[in-house]
């Protein structure tokens, strides 16, 4: 996996619809950047948000 993802690619990873991707990374906590309009997240953070943001019932 690359360094740094798009939110479309993020979206493509996970599985979910492209305005979930937008919703998840406008919450508090999500690990990105803006670059003018173009948000990019880092692998090894989003893994470690991953990990520490979800649960199992």
Known sequence: MKDVIT????AEYMGISLSSA????RMKGFPNYKIMRKILIPTEDLK?????NSYVR
């Not at 937008?22 to 990374?25: L, R």
């Open 7 to 10: 939110i479309k690619e993020f």
């Open 22 to 25: 937008y919703k998840i990374s």
């Open 48 to 52: 470690r948000w991953l990990v520490e």
